[in-house]
Nanobody, 123 residues
Framework: QVQLVESRGGLVQAGGSLRLSCAASGKISGINAMGWYRQAPGKQRELVATISSSGSTNYANSVKGRFTISRDNAKNTVYLQMHSLKPEDTAVYYC?????????????????WGQGTQVTVSS
């Protein structure tokens, strides 16, 4: 069974920094795109950043220049380094990965989600 396990978020003051990680485990053959999404109370889940298997990145305009997504393919892990945090960054952050994995004798490719981790930025 494939699963994504995120690190704990936390409470940080505005202007502070926080780093999230998300590790994939299971019978993984390969990982395509990985990404981070977030959902604030009363709002829809939104894309924060994505990174392809080759390292190409994409960011939401609201986090450009403040957040950096990276990945360690050897560890099947994606990171989100967040700087200059703002109260509006407060949300539950979810990692996502498109993973090719082995089940019985067949390979499947599916999207998987982490359990979500709370990030709270105080003003």
């Amino acid at each position: 069974q494939v699963q994504l396990v995120e690190s704990r978020g936390g409470l940080v003051q505005a202007g502070g920094s926080l780093r999230l990680s998300c590790a994939a485990s299971g019978k993984i053959s390969g990982i395509n795109a990985m990404g981070w999404y977030r959902q604030a109370p009363g709002k829809q889940r939104e894309l924060v950043a994505t990174i392809s298997s080759s390292g190409s990145t994409n960011y939401a305009n609201s986090v450009k220049g403040r957040f950096t997504i990276s990945r360690d393919n050897a560890k099947n892990t994606v990171y989100l380094q967040m700087h200059s945090l703002k109260p509006e960054d407060t949300a539950v952050y979810y990692c996502n990965a498109n993973i090719k994995y082995l089940r019985t004798i067949y390979y499947y490719t599916e999207d998987f989600w982490g359990q979500g981790t709370q990030v709270t930025v105080s003003s």
